[in-house]
RNA sequence: GGGGGCGUGGUGUAGUGGUUCAACAUGCGGCCCUGUCAAGGCCGAGACCGCGGGUUCGAAUCCCGUCGCUCCCGCCA
């Protein structure tokens, strides 16, 4: 018989229905047995009269909560019950899945959740719970708006290589590999390869990939692994054109995920989503620091053209009271705080032509216009210490014809973060993976 | 890499020097209950309080070390 969701069974009506869940929970009475059984879209009770089938009845008795099952019964509309009025009165039932082993933790009590630690060895059963699939569901929503905007605009999707032959940057936060007779490195940046594409006249390119980092960073927001969402397009004037369209993109992007998820965004994680306003407010680098020092916040002597992780919050803070607005780009970030390869004003000395988003005060994004010209992009290489041979096959990009572009990289699950207002980079992760996480 | 915090039955917590300090909740097992509904009632099993050392007549409780986790900073998405 053909499975019959949750969600659909007011539509089935003294009908007879199969369905397939878990068992979520089990009260088992003198004469009675109420099953709560749950599958993806929703929660429905069976009632079953123990002498209508005894050997039934005994089965059920030793049932485990969370064990997988498939259930027929009769649907009956009953007022008196307070899940959804209605009911299925069981006639047959197959264990699929036995859960014969007590569960670890409770994994349906929100209140008294376990150790965060703890309940990623056990994810497979955290991620049992409705908030932890409609994390995913809405990230399968948002991506799927991202990719529908860059396609409209032309955009091609790439999948650059994860294992290279020479680090691509500074080479510090690279993972190693023995690869045959050499080494290789795990990309901590598809940026080389989508700059490749400038070069080969692609235009307009975007990736959606995993990306890896050797830090020993242990925050809220940091992975060794996550995925990286990147983009770059050609033929721009400045770094104000990428962000431009960046912010057209994630206000697309919200109202795709709006327009699927809102109430349920509301219900379970308490945030009324709204579409960013375009444009997105701008400040340069030079600017966030006189407002800085305006609303008091005293930066490190050190972070005199730079920002720290409090002064981000602040200025995010600040936008939000002033103009109601989650984001926020801070631009013309100096040169020493930005890769070699970010172009420079053409009138302010040391200053690139950079930004960084940040969504609730928290970095999300980095973005710039590139350097395209072969002589500058050299001596701004050698400004930064580096070493010409290593990223010479890079560098020859741009002999050729490479039109002038820029783009940026975007923290898919710091989105995630700011969009539902999670606490903690490893509730928007599937599965996450830092400096001493390897498993599951 | 630097700094702070935490570590008590399966899980979440209480207890911060001594006779009720090993408790409460939940989960688990058993029994009871003609329809329950995050059910309820009764009974039961389950922790030598991360590990090692020290102080003390006495340590879950204080000190040192160690391991694990976590947060912040550095760095970044």
Redesign the pocket.
Known sequence: MERTLIKDLNQHINEQVTIQGWLH????????Q?L?IRDRTGLV?V?H?KKGNLELAELI??L??ESALTLTGKVVE?E????GGL?I?LEDLHVEGAADV?????PF?E????????R?DWRYLDLRRDINRMIFEIQSTAEQGMREFWLENDFIEIHSPKIMGAPSESG??LFSLPYFERTAYLAQ?PQFYKQMAMAAGFERVFEIGP?F?A??????????E?T?VDMEMSWIETHDDVMDLMERWLAYTYEKVIEKHEEAIESIFSVKLEAPKTPFPRITMADAHQLLDEIGYEL?P??KF?L???A??AIGAYFKEQQGHDYVFVTEWPFE?R?FYHMLHPEKKGITLSF??LGKG?????GAQREHRYDILQTQALAKGLTLEPIQNYLNYFRYGTPPHGGF???L??FLMILLDL????EAVYL?R?P??LTP
Do not use: C
């Open positions: 929970t089990l009260r088992d009475q003198k004469s009675m109420f709560i009770q009632a009269f008795s030793t485990g909560t009953n008196i019950v307070k899940l009911e009165q007590p569960l670890p933790f409770e009590g209140e008294n959740l376990p150790d965060q630690d703890f990623l510090a936060e940046s990306v980092r830090d020993p960073s242990f925050t809220s927001r940091h992975m060794t996550f990286g490190p050190d972070k730079d720290d992780p409090g981000e919050r705080a890769p960084d988003l928290l970095e999300v994004a980095t990289g975007f923290g699950s710091r606490s903690n980079i490893r996450f830092g001493t996480r």
